[in-house]
């Protein structure tokens, strides 16, 4: 189940590669999509952990907040939904190559401080939310089958869309 | 004992007093209450011929924290999932609102006095 995932040590990635969620092969599964899309909102609430952890830059550190309290709010419906739907999401290489590339980036950001990480950590928000709307398009909604779970991927990429905007004003501003 | 004629001429008189101090009858109606339903990321249908006096319940329905914050910051009214919140209406004009969390999220209001 969701609820036994273990990500610890997974944050943020930078420069996540396309391919990373291209899902070659077979289309997913909707037991697969709810594991990547899970997945994928675990790691920006740990990048947001981190940010708050380390950053001091108040304007850094409410769009942290935000990413932790929206992408907690969309996980636990997504766990909602999957327990009522009976699924178990499934493992795949897909969230696994998220899981790496998140533990990656989290050493690295680990490793800046202050004006640096805060920089990194936007950046790195950017192409983040960039690369997961672009999956999340093109890939997991339209292979969606159940249509609460496609509903959920859909308000989801309306959020995510809106956090990258958020991102990307704030980058303008501490550059 | 009033005499009838005088009585009726206070009646009368009474009703004349009460045409000539009347007022529109829309002006008299009570403000008017409206909800304002946020729903995936959106605010909903705003209410015409809104009137300053008037109540907005602004409703979420989202599992995410919005606000309904005008330009003008004339109201910011914030949002916790699944809460609701009142507020009067005090100004007339057009006012743009949007979410501060999610500022795609925009609508306005067009308020008479």
Redesign the interface.
Known sequence: MLRKFTLAGAAAFFALSGAALSHDGPHPSDAQIAHIAYTAGQIDVAAGRQALAKSRNPAVRGFAE?MV??HS??N??AVALVTRLGVTPEANPTSATLTAQADRQMRRLGALRRAAFDRAYIANEIAYHRTVNGALSGTLIPNAHNPELK?LL??GL??F??HQ??AERIARRIR | MVPFGYRAAIAAGAMAAALLIGVPGEALAAPATYTVTIRNMRFGAVPANLRVGDRIIWVNRDIFRHTATARNRSFNIDLPPSASATMVVRQSGTIAFYCTYHPGMTGQLVVAR
Do not use: G, K, M, P
Request: glycine share 0%; net charge negative; proline share 0%.
């Open positions: 935000q309290r929206d709010a969309v636990q419906q509903s859909e308000t309306t959020l869309r809106e905007a958020h």
